[in-house]
């Protein structure tokens, strides 16, 4: 069983910052990437960032710039720096973890959503 806890969503005006972080846990599991997916209503999900143990990031289109994915791999746990936030940001952001459990194969786990909301 893999748990991820996310936090520092909120709201914030256009040119703003936030940081949100996530960490996973459970019991007998190694982590490998660790990242940010987000959805707006009527909206797909989409990318903002990822991160792969060796330090592999990659981040969508809309947020190359203004945000920065970063990871502390001891302690499964990853942040998202969102500097110069605009309208369109505002989405609920989900943590997603690809984790081996047991030494079973990696799997998507996702975290509950943290709701981001940028006032222009």
């Known amino acids: 069983q893999v748990q991820l806890v996310e936090s520092g969503g909120g709201l914030v005006q256009a040119g703003g910052s936030l940081r949100l972080s996530c960490t996973a846990s459970?019991?007998?599991?190694?982590?490998?990437?660790m990242g940010w997916y987000r959805q707006a209503p009527g909206q797909e999900r989409e990318l903002v960032a990822l991160?792969?143990?060796?330090?592999?990031?990659k981040y969508g289109d809309s947020v190359k710039g203004r945000f920065t994915i970063s990871r502390d791999n001891a302690a499964n746990t990853v942040w998202l720096q969102m500097d110069s936030l605009k309208y369109e940001d505002t989405a609920v952001y989900y943590c997603?973890?690809?984790?081996?459990?047991?030494?079973?194969?990696?799997?998507?786990?996702w975290g509950q959503g943290t709701q981001v909301t940028v006032r222009s």
């Open positions: 997603l973890a690809d984790v081996e459990v047991n030494g079973g194969p990696l799997k998507h786990s």
């Open positions: 459970g019991t007998d599991i190694n982590v490998e990437a």
């Open positions: 991160m792969t143990t060796n330090n592999y990031k």
